[in-house]
């Protein structure tokens, strides 16, 4: 069988192309079985439902088989072989075709391999060449491909599981940067698991990169936030989630259960989640190790918690320029890979103080590099006695700023966004902000 057909009956499986458009999949890119594809397009659009049932109703002469690969893994076999095709093809027409090369023909068939060679660097090259108007085919196809997720009321990025963070960034974004900040304690660590566990339980491969905590510590959260969905729960029978403390501490739960949920999560979750951690505190990690990883593992979603742990690629003299320094290589990481990267930081005591609000842009300890950088910053403040999280975005490349909070317990694995959301848009377009401005113009007007 060929990838296509692997494809085609993983996204079957799945019961949506979703995974697909946002690799930027089209039908273009399946010689063989684009009419398969442009079946589960279209019932998407139409928002029927897709299963292996009806597919094997509609196209019965299909060989329906499922891979060992996740689908994120044939997409990106998919992609290889389209080059590959195109490639060697214009090759063997070149030199072995009707019309083979020759001393009178040479600079018409370059001219034709040019042509082969950019419209495959333009998909696969590590920068991009694109003319703004001629290219505009391809283009329409991934609007396309974005308003359709749209229409089904998926992110086109990752989700998050905070529905402000997804309202406003619409979700982890390829090639963006998010940095958090916030005091020691404020569970910055814990929205990271937030944001590691719920883009593995939408397919997504993630890199957890911890030079802080252990391992036993931060597989006892994702196991806690895990065990607290509502299908979980139905599906095992489950009351009630595994409570941090009591998995930290190896007492006061059912191992019987505990291992069926540990099943259950190897067998159904869609993504996985590899956690790095520091098991020698002098031997720390370093941007160029995070990038070994991203390569050999084909991550989606970085997540280092925190950066100030990092090892600088070069030596400074300073503690801010070396801080500076591995910012920046993270950053070029999110654009090199096409991939979203987060990054926590600690909020500088002396700027943040104790006032009762969240940290914001100028209160990055250290150095103003990751704040400069980063596409989003988002502050985090913790509020123990009222069950409360707070966080606070006062840089949005794409947006607003805009505030929120949620319900948080984090032994129960609870974060639960809980201020309405306010704006007609997703550009946080806040209406009353819009009528209050109009109201100063009209003075201004009636003034002057």
Not at 101 to 110: L, Q
Not at 231 to 238: A, P, S, T, V
Request: hydrophobic share 40%.
């Amino acid at each position: 069988m060929s990838v296509e057909s692997y494809l085609i009956s993983a996204l079957v499986e799945e019961g949506s192309p979703k995974l697909a458009l946002q690799a930027g999949i089209s039908g273009g890119d399946f010689e063989i079985y684009d009419e398969e594809f442009d079946w589960l397009v279209t019932r998407a659009e139409k928002r029927q439902p897709v299963s292996p049932r009806l597919f094997k109703q509609r196209f019965p002469e299909f060989d329906y088989l499922l891979a060992q690969e996740k689908v994120a893994d044939l997409v990106d076999e998919l992609k290889r072989e389209r080059a590959f095709v195109a490639v060697s093809s214009a090759v063997d027409e070149i030199f072995t075709g009707e019309d083979p090369i020759s001393s009178e023909n040479a600079v018409e068939k370059a001219i034709q391999l040019r042509e082969v060679l950019h419209d495959v660097l333009k998909l696969h090259a590590p920068h991009s060449d694109v003319a703004f108007k001629a290219d505009w085919h391809s283009a329409y196809e991934r609007m396309r491909n974005v308003w359709l997720l749209r229409e089904l009321d998926e992110n086109y990025g990752l989700p998050t599981g905070i529905a402000h963070f997804d309202f406003h960034f619409g979700g982890l974004q390829k090639e963006t940067s998010y940095l958090f900040l916030g005091r020691p304690g404020d569970a910055k660590s814990f929205t990271m698991a937030k944001l590691a566990t719920e883009a593995a339980w939408a397919g997504a491969r993630v890199g957890f990169f911890s030079p802080e905590m252990t391992r036993h510590q931060h597989e006892c959260r994702f196991w806690t936030l895990y065990s607290a969905k509502q299908r979980i729960q139905h599906d095992l029978g489950l009351k009630d989630a595994f409570s941090n403390r009591a998995l930290k501490d190896g007492y006061n739960f059912n191992l019987k259960k505990f291992k069926s949920f540990l099943e259950w999560l190897d067998a159904n979750l869609k993504g996985e989640i590899h956690l790095f951690t520091q098991k020698y505190r002098r031997e720390k990690m370093s941007v160029s190790y995070i990038e070994s990883r991203i390569e050999d593992l084909n991550l989606d979603l970085v997540i280092i918690d925190p950066l100030y742990k990092l090892r600088a690629p070069r030596r400074r003299m300073t503690k801010w320029e070396e801080l500076s320094e591995i910012t920046d290589c993270l950053v070029d990481l999110s654009h090199t890979y096409n991939i979203p990267v987060v990054m926590s930081n600690q909020a500088n005591r002396a700027l943040v103080g104790k006032r009762e609000i969240a940290p914001g842009k100028d209160s990055s300890y250290g150095t103003d590099a990751p704040v400069q950088e980063a596409n989003c910053v988002i502050g985090v403040k913790h509020f123990s006695e009222e069950r409360l999280m707070q966080y606070h975005c006062t840089k949005n490349r794409d947006g607003e700023e805009f505030r929120c909070k949620c319900r948080f317990l984090p032994n129960r694995g609870v974060l639960e966004d809980i201020t309405p959301l306010r704006g007609e848009f997703a550009d946080g377009y806040d209406p009353e902000k819009a009528n209050a401005l109009l109201d100063v113009m009209k003075e201004e007007i009636s003034d002057g």
